[in-house]
């Protein structure tokens, strides 16, 4: 069965410091995968998703990732964070073919001023 | 367009009682997901929709659960009789099926539920 790590539960950063959020994935062939954003008392909302092509993929806000197969890694990064990042994230993939989407734990960002 | 709506957004209830949580998904939506989302957790798929018909429904404990899409738009999730780990964020999600955009999942504000 396919499945999603997020490293840290939680991760602090300063305002206008870089943002790392880590994700691995377990699949032998490459998922399509999907970074989520959820502010409180709200659904998730698509910050940005790889399918096929282009390795590095930009996103809304700020945010982009790079899918690495030969890391089964799709790191979420932007690099400088405002206030306004602070939020959960989650990574999830999906396999080739189906829509069932598999979702990590989440990171819940935090920034301080 | 209009996004995804739930309701209600908020609902406590005693265990052994019943609930129900509604979804209108995106117009011309054909494909309609339910998840559970436990505190701490990412959200869980229960059971997803293709128009009217189920698609996947295996991690729906169906003995308490049910949920149904009868004219392919809206849906209604059941829980009878609730018990004290159902209490999680209920979150609906409907996708397109056209080309690549399948793929892209819109959610719902979603249903918190306590369960005292």
């Known amino acids: 069965a396919q499945s999603v790590t997020q490293l840290g539960s939680h991760v602090s950063v300063s305002e206008g410091a870089l943002v790392l959020l880590r994700c691995n994935y377990s699949?032998?062939?490459?998922?399509?995968l999907f970074w989520y954003v959820q502010y409180p008392n709200q659904g998730l909302q698509l910050l940005l998703k790889?399918?096929?092509?282009?390795?590095l993929v930009k996103g809304i806000n700020g945010f982009e990732a790079e899918f690495k197969k030969s890391e089964t890694s799709f790191h979420l990064t932007k690099p400088s964070a405002h206030m306004s990042d602070a939020a959960e994230y989650f990574c999830?993939?999906?396999?080739?073919?189906?829509?069932?989407?598999?979702f990590g734990k989440g990171t819940m960002l935090l920034v301080s001023p | 367009e209009a996004g995804v709506a739930q309701s209600p957004r908020y609902k406590i209830i005693e265990k052994r009682q019943s609930v129900a949580f509604w979804c209108n998904p995106i117009s011309g939506h054909a494909t309609l997901y339910w998840y559970q989302q436990i505190l701490g957790q990412g959200p869980k798929l229960l059971i997803q929709?293709?128009?009217?018909?189920?698609?996947?429904d295996s991690q729906l404990p169906k003995d308490r659960f049910s949920a149904e899409r009868l004219k392919g738009v809206d849906s209604t999730l059941k829980i009878q009789p609730a018990k004290l780990e159902d209490s999680a964020v209920y979150l609906c999600?409907?996708?397109?099926?056209?080309?690549?955009?399948?793929?892209?999942?819109?959610f719902g504000p979603g249903t918190r539920l306590t369960v005292t």
């Open positions: 999830a993939a999906l396999r080739g073919g189906y829509s069932t989407l598999t």
């Open positions: 790889y399918t096929t092509g282009a390795t």
């Open positions: 699949s032998s062939v490459p998922p399509y």
């Open positions: 929709f293709q128009n009217n018909g189920v698609v996947d």
């Open positions: 999600a409907s996708s397109s099926n056209h080309g690549t955009a399948n793929y892209e999942q819109y």
